[in-house]
């Protein structure tokens, strides 16, 4: 009999398999179409013997040990509903279905709820790392009922990727806490892979090559940038298109996809009344980049900028990149931290750093000062007035502001470096500008405003 089981053996939900079944694991698989079942176990060589194909889902009940524990990996939406409502008649109380899949996490709260009214117990498990974290060790988030995890929680640490001898996996909080940090996660993915995006364009304006671009990246991942994307797009920019001899980014289309990550966060970040400006601009970048024919156009008809763009030191950019991002995770966990307030799930910011440190996509040299600020305390729940993270934006944001004053000047887009730079001003200005705004909504609307100088609501005569 098979300890666990898992339906959809896609790219994800195969490595996860074999995941497993490496980690000495039995495992029922199952697929839509019932031959994948049977071609995956094929090709899965010495893995094969603790694999068990299942053609259907009472076969793949039918497979495993009870209480029933089984992964679901089929694509966020519909396709998950359906699976459980075919997969349910199968199951008894006291089984347990696990969503590892992408999921919006107020469906995945609707779904437990749900559920449990059957009996049956649900886990909303965000799984970070690609298809070759999945494979060997990914970063795995759980929210859902600690007693429905604790019977799994042995197999799950011992599929995940591991941080100085300690499982990337824990149990965050209750119905979708799980999959809201792996949401964050995406977002905050977003916002680095845009930043370092500009910052290669800026490079690549200024004239420099994308094997020397590559080059450089390589360097700064020797440094406080040392990153997984900073890692892959070094080794990218030095990859040449073997049919061409030309860098491969140069024969890619500058037109970017995106499965939704990352407009959930914005969505959730509006309604939780938080700012995560440069997930928004990260996002807002690639819906433009799906406009190629509209800015090819454009380049025609709109005028470019009148200066050239003056030379930008390499230490500069470095500077630069490293503040955005302190400030582009920063307001990710406000977002998280926001979130666990309003649902009361009592998140621990610094274990999500923590197991954020390998296995996943942004795991970055920052997230263990992360955790330890965290842990200390955040003055006003800010990361960037923690003691360190205060002191590393004043050193690196004067070099941000020289870097996105130069491309602006250039007529080069920014739009996520210069988002950063914006939110760091806003916030160390103790007065700023909405003082008009609220004296134009009680113009205009009779709003009300507060006071300076006493207590209380106030309208003005304003004509």
């Not at 003055?379 to 070099?399: M, R, S, T």
């Amino acid at each position: 009999m098979a300890r666990i089981g898992l339906t959809g053996l896609g790219t994800m939900g195969a490595a996860l398999a074999l995941n497993m079944a490496d980690r000495g694991h039995q495992v029922a698989v199952h697929n839509r179409t019932a031959a994948r079942a049977h071609e995956f176990i094929e090709g899965a060589g010495p893995l094969a013997e603790r694999l068990t194909a299942a053609e259907d889902f009472k076969a793949l009940a039918a497979a495993l040990d009870r209480p029933r524990a089984v992964i679901l990996m089929v694509p966020a939406g519909a396709p998950v509903d359906q699976t459980i409502e075919a997969l349910l008649p199968h199951l008894d109380k006291g089984d347990l279905i696990i969503d590892a899949g992408n999921a919006d996490f107020n469906e995945t709260r609707r779904r437990e709820a749900a559920l449990a009214v059957q009996g049956v117990d649900f886990i909303g498990m965000g799984v970070s790392g690609g298809e070759e974290g999945a494979r060997h060790g990914p970063s795995i988030m759980v929210g859902g009922p600690a007693e429905s995890y604790e019977p799994i929680r042995d197999i799950i640490e011992s599929i995940a990727a591991t941080y100085q001898d300690s499982p990337c996996a824990a149990h965050l909080g209750p119905d979708g806490a799980g999959h809201f940090v792996k949401t964050v996660h995406n977002g905050i993915e977003y916002a680095d892979m845009q930043l370092i995006a500009e910052t290669y364009g800026i490079l690549r304006a200024g004239g420099q090559t994308p094997a020397h671009i590559g080059e450089l990246f390589e360097e700064w991942n020797r440094g406080p940038l040392h990153s997984y994307l900073i890692e892959i797009s070094g080794r990218a920019l030095q990859t040449a298109d073997p049919d061409t001899g030309e860098p491969m980014v140069d024969v890619i289309l500058d037109r970017a996809g995106q499965k939704g990550t990352g407009r959930w966060t914005l969505i959730e970040a509006l309604k939780l009344g938080q700012s995560a400006t440069t997930i928004e601009a990260a996002v807002a970048a690639r819906s433009w980049s799906s406009m190629k024919e509209v800015r090819v156009a454009a380049e025609e008809i709109l005028p470019g900028a009148a200066d050239a763009l003056h030379p930008v030191l390499d230490t500069d950019l470095e500077c630069a990149l490293l503040a955005a991002r302190i400030i582009a995770y920063g307001q990710g966990f406000s977002l998280m931290q926001a979130a666990s307030d309003h649902f009361e799930w009592s998140l621990d910011l610094a274990r999500v750093a923590e197991i954020w440190r390998a296995g996943c996509i942004i795991r970055s040299a920052l997230l263990d000062d992360i955790a330890k600020e965290v842990r200390d305390g955040l003055p006003h729940g800010l990361l960037i007035l923690a003691p360190y993270f205060a002191k590393a934006l004043g050193d690196h944001v004067p070099a941000l502001r020289r870097v996105v004053s130069a491309a602006v000047s250039a007529g080069l887009p920014v739009p996520a470096l210069a988002a950063a730079l914006g939110y760091h001003d806003t916030m160390r200005r103790g007065r700023g500008t909405t003082d008009l705004i609220q004296a134009q909504r009680d113009f205009f609307g009779r709003h009300g405003f507060e006071r300076v100088d006493r207590e209380g609501s106030f309208s003005a005569d304003w004509n």
